[in-house]
């Protein structure tokens, strides 16, 4: 059985909370690609050959979540050969045997326009960036400035912006609980399903 459930959206929006949650659910694969884009970013050195390089060990970092990793990673990810060194193992992964969620920012879009399912997940900044400032603290209008600034990057590169892929559901969880946020997801991956 091959079925992809594809979750995009911007930083912080709950994408990855919602995507383990679907994975667990249904017993499918999951795979965050932001951890690959971040990976390629702490590692400093060519950008490409970091992409083509990219090991298990790079994405076992316990410095990826890092406010500085989420920057690192916005800037190589609009390097078209970053980007194409990443795509075929994600587009692999999608369609892998048995189910697979992949979470990122173009998964919709470029990865896997066929996916079964796709959802945009989004949320306002400020509660974007009050859920990220309770995970890595410090200044929360610093965190503010960072989101925007990085899916303003996200948004206006040429390759693979970051927009809601012209068949997604769209859920604003701003005013949701993450129980009402999967919950919702789940539903209508179920209808979708059959
Ligand atoms: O993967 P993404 O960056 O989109 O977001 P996440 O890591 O799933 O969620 C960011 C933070 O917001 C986590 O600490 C979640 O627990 C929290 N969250 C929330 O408070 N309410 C939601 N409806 C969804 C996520
Ligand atoms: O968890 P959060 O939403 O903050 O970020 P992430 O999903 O880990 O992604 C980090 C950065 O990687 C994003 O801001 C994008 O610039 C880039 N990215 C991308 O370009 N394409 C993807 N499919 C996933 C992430």
Redesign the pocket.
Known sequence: MRFTVAIDG????G??TISRAVADRFGFAHL????L??AVGVKGGDPVAAARGLTPEDLARDDLRTLEA?QA??RV?VIPEVRQALLDFQRAFARREGGAVL?????GTVICPEAEVKLFVTASPEVRAHRRWLEVGGDEARVLAEVRE?DA??MNRAD?PLKPAADAVVLDTSEMTIDEAVAAAVRHIETLRG
């Open positions: 911007p930083a912080a929006a994408k990855g965050d690609t932001g951890a884009y971040r989420g990673a916005s990810a979470d990122g920012r173009d998964i990085r990057r996200d693979a």
